[in-house]
């Protein structure tokens, strides 16, 4: 059997552009309640029925009329009082329609299925709860009162409103279970079309973020190319999504080709916000750097801070702007053996003779902050030959372990760092990667994670 002429009629009729299901699904059920009342109303006429009966289900269709036309013109959906419309109509026609013995009865099953339409699944039990607890009382009338319930005038007319009430309650039912199958395509097929959207724009999303990656992989520097800087070094950088807010820089002094500097930071966030902020850091430094030839180191920082602050500061409400960035900068003389150190959050790790000595940094970051005021200071480190330097950001020292689900903590980190500093550059990297992994497990990593150990000399 096609039905197709039904889903033109229900698409002319109602509006399926409605996104609660329920609340389609209660229009066409509405408006096959008001049609199934004027046809019960005909019938009944026909049959000469009780005229108490014609007007309980003439009075319950003008309220559906109205129910329907709030609903569909003024999206007010009275559900509740639907189902209450339609139980005291049924129970009304229940009585007038000798009863249990009447054709009430099949009515009941396909308000029912309409009632449970209608309602979310959480409310599936009480509106179950509701259609029986009426029957109940309808039985316990029937046998307690049976004076109040109306036969019929003959078996011939109960015989003929019967087969009248069994063929539409048929039709109508096949025509909500069209409703239902077609509001069942149209969910699968929404869902499908915003499955596929979601792919697309995933797919997008993923695309640029990667070319992002290439892009920030190209601004930082290849590791094979600063092996003139260093006689040993590694660096182990992993953003915690696919691009980050750790960043790492390595860069000739303009006039001196003995210096260089070297500094680690760790931008606000991480992800793409984090990615942009190194993108700034690296710029800024450069900038700063290749301007100033005989800057210090802390002097470097404090004109960062100040460039963070107009920069991030443009179009925003609030006076204080926490973004920014932590960072550890210093400055390498090979000729004198020489480091000048300064922190901004981030200390410095000196390890000599299998033996960690700590240089602290400032507390206060690169940006806005209560303390902005202060200048930055600078501490002067004489080398030795093989004399192992560490910058790193926390977040390796801040990953939540898998079994755990503690932090691997700074101590621990710096433990780790002096047990493998004897071993070649190449194992120490491979160790500290595989310490770290064996700590994560499946956990989620928690930040980006950048650790740069090289030796100068």
């Known amino acids: 059997m096609d039905f197709n002429w039904h889903n033109k009629l ?44 014609h007007f309980i289900i003439g009075l ?62 959480k409310q599936h039990f009480l509106v179950s709860l509701i259609v029986i ?13 049976p004076e109040w319930i109306h036969s019929y005038a003959s078996n011939s007319v109960r015989d003929s409103d019967l087969l ?39 797919k997008n999303i993923k695309d640029s973020i990667n070319y992002a990656k290439d892009i920030q992989t190209a601004i930082l520097q290849d590791v094979d190319s600063l092996k003139h800087f260093f006689k040993n070094y590694y660096i182990f950088w992993k953003p915690k999504d696919t691009i980050g807010g750790d960043f ?28 942009l902020l190194t993108m700034l850091g690296i710029s800024f430094l450069n900038e700063i750097i290749l301007q100033n030839p005989n800057i210090k180191v802390n002097k470097v920082l404090d004109l960062v801070r100040e460039k963070f602050k107009v920069a991030l500061s443009k179009g925003k409400q609030s006076e204080m702007n ?56 600078s501490t002067i480190i004489e080398l030795q030959k093989n004399d192992n330097i560490v910058l790193t950001t926390d977040g390796y020292a801040d990953q939540y372990g898998k079994i755990s689900q503690r932090k691997f903590y700074v101590s621990k980190f710096k433990e780790l760092l002096v047990n493998i500093s004897l071993k070649p550059f190449d194992i120490q990297k491979s160790m500290l990667v595989d310490s770290f992994e064996g700590w994560r497990k499946q956990e989620e990593q928690t930040d980006d994670v950048l650790v740069f150990s090289f030796i100068p000399f």
């Not at 607890?133 to 009162?145: D, H, P, V």
């Open 322 to 377: 926490t973004d920014g960035m932590d960072m550890a900068v210093c400055l390498i003389n090979k000729r004198t053996k020489k480091m000048e150190y300064s922190g901004s959050n981030r200390p410095l790790y000196l390890i000599r003779n299998n033996e960690l000595v700590e240089f602290k940094p400032d507390r206060m970051p690169i940006g806005g902050h209560v303390y902005d005021y202060r200048l930055f200071s």
């Open 10 to 53: 229900l698409n002319v009729i109602f509006d399926f552009n409605e996104k609660e299901v329920e609340k389609r699904l209660f229009c066409i059920a509405t408006f096959i309640a008001i049609v199934v009342s004027f046809i019960s109303i005909a019938i009944n006429i026909h049959l000469q029925l009780h005229w108490v009966l």
């Open 164 to 202: 009248f009430t069994y063929t539409y309650v048929l039709f109508f039912s096949v025509l909500v279970f069209s409703s239902l199958r077609m509001n069942y395509e149209n969910e699968k097929l929404k869902a499908e079309m915003q499955k596929e959207e979601s792919e697309v724009q995933h």
């Open 133 to 145: 607890i009426n029957l109940i009382l309808l039985y316990s009338i029937y046998f307690l009162a």
């Open 60 to 121: 319950g269709a003008l309220m559906l009329s109205w129910i329907f036309i709030l609903a569909r013109y003024y999206k007010r959906y009275l559900i509740w009082e639907f189902i209450l419309v339609v139980v005291v109509m049924l129970s009304g026609g229940w009585l007038y329609n000798d009863g249990p013995l009447g054709s009430i009865n099949y009515l009941y099953i396909l308000a029912l299925i309409v009632f449970l339409s209608i309602t979310k699944r």
């Open 248 to 275: 790492y820089i390595v860069l000739q002094h303009p006039l001196n080709k003995d210096e260089y500097y070297v500094a680690v930071a760790d931008c606000t966030g991480h992800g793409v916000p984090g990615a």
